[in-house]
């Protein structure tokens, strides 16, 4: 007898509400309220920042185990190890792809529109300093090979620990290619996982209950501490990323969503409660959850969403790429520091490794761009003085790029498998009511025992 569908699955959240009981709206108020709060009372903005720390915080706590759960789950319902497989190898193709294209949308927007030119900035006068240091002396010590490297965990403990989530993946795939090996005998401890997984989905709603006091926390700290002035400031640079990032959701990803027949705007506003929540708290990693709970509401496979998701998070960031490109070739115009087309290319080469991995490191962003500076040479590495401050602003374009660069990677690997019924996606994103495919559990291998968890 299948499991009853937990509190947090999407159909249980998607039953029609009052439009001011929606979660969105809230969010979406909160984010409001605290961009005035830190603007008029900049002092007390700043003195929220626990508040939005906290719950992104507690979001961070649950994102391990349920990586580990989804993932376990997702290959211990299919009926081979080949489909596990084949489905890693094409998400990785997918994500090589978009990677690529997304550091060269970067490097072609900075260099024609050259939001650098005219800054002159003194390398020798800039000084690293407080977190900024701490992020370049990070990225020095990592080579370009360093995702490779950091993909195995010392101690399985440690990886979920540290909150590591490239590590957690290695772990859960190796985990659940074991528990599918030993066959029958792993079968009650699969069982086990879908039950503990709507365990760890119940706690997450209780904390999605915080979700508009965290947004309002985190937004209220980020416009106090940092100001106003400071997007004015390098207000070119801010308005190119988000201009390019906007430019690839909208073009690039809505020509891959159009081959499907699915329209992009359609999809991003079926999501549109987990864009608000990253925006609320500059994290993609605070609508994971959602986002694999919303993607398996379209009728795709719970293995599928399971592998997908989780490594896009380290493997496919989008946004993370397209402002690799721009503030390394930024801070090169600023500084006067010449880059030939042979030079460009070579950073490009170099980015390709170092934006994989950095999923779920604090300062991630600057650490991958110190680590791709140091590694070419050609680009002093202290020239990223010249845009931490407004790198906050730009950490939420990244996640919401991220965020939907994942969304629409999940439903080409899924269209890849041949397990992608477009017509009833598109039903559900009419609706926006979240709702699994009638044949979805026919399409695992014990559907009886696969319980309808968000």
């Known amino acids: 007898m299948a499991a009853p569908a937990t509190p947090t699955s999407p159909e249980a959240e998607a039953t029609k509400k009052p439009w001011y009981r929606q979660l969105y709206f809230w969010v979406l108020t909160a984010i409001v309220t605290g961009i005035l709060t830190g603007w008029l009372w900049p002092s007390a903005g700043t003195a929220l920042e626990p508040v939005g720390t906290t719950f992104v915080a507690a979001i961070k706590m649950l994102i391990t185990p349920i990586v580990f759960l989804t993932i376990v789950a997702g290959i211990g319902s299919v009926d081979s190890l080949g489909r596990v497989g084949r489905v890693g190898l094409k998400s990785l193709l997918y994500f090589q792809a978009g990677t690529l294209v ?14 650098g030119a005219g800054v002159h900035a003194d390398p020798g006068a800039l000084r690293l300093e407080g977190d900024a240091g701490q992020y370049v002396k990070d990225g020095q010590g990592q080579d370009w090979w360093h995702f490779l490297t950091d993909l195995v965990p010392s101690s399985a403990v440690g990886a979920f620990a540290e909150g590591n989530i490239l590590q957690v993946i290695f772990f859960s795939v190796l985990f659940g290619i074991a528990l599918k090996a030993v066959g029958p005998i792993g079968e009650p401890l699969v069982e086990g996982i879908h039950r503990l997984s709507a365990v760890v989905f119940k706690i997450l709603h209780y904390i999605m209950l915080a979700a508009p006091a965290g947004a309002f926390g985190a937004m ?226 014990r559907p009886a025992r696969l319980p309808t968890k968000a």
């Open 102 to 115: 997304a550091l060269t949308i970067g490097l072609v927007a900075v260099n024609v529109f050259q939001p």
């Open 220 to 445: 209220a700290y980020t416009i106090g501490t940092y100001g106003v002035s400071t997007l004015t400031s390098l207000g070119e640079l801010i308005g190119l990323f988000y201009g390019t990032s906007a430019f690839f959701v909208i073009v690039v990803l809505g020509t891959v969503t159009a081959a499907l027949r699915i329209n992009i705007f359609s999809l991003l506003g079926y999501l549109r409660e987990e864009f608000l929540l990253v925006l609320g708290t500059s994290s993609s990693e605070s609508a994971l959850p959602r986002l694999m709970a919303k993607l398996e509401g379209l009728g795709i496979r719970r293995d599928i969403v399971g592998l997908t998701v989780p490594t896009g998070y380290s493997f496919n960031l989008d946004g993370s790429s397209i402002y690799l490109s721009l503030a390394a070739v930024y801070i090169a115009q600023a500084t006067d520091t010449p880059l030939s087309l042979g030079q460009q290319l070579g950073l490009l080469a170099v980015m390709i490794l170092t934006s994989k991995g950095s999923g779920g490191i604090t300062g991630a962003g600057f650490i991958a761009l110190a680590a791709t500076l140091s590694t070419v040479g050609t680009v002093p590495a202290a020239g990223i003085m010249l845009i931490f401050g407004i790198d906050k602003f730009m950490s939420e374009c990244r996640a919401l790029t991220n965020l939907a660069g994942n969304g629409v990677a999940t439903l080409v690997v899924a269209r890849w498998e041949k397990a992608l019924d477009t017509a009833h996606v598109n039903r559900v994103l009419r609706s926006r009511t979240p709702q699994p495919h009638d044949g979805q559990e026919q399409q695992t291998a």
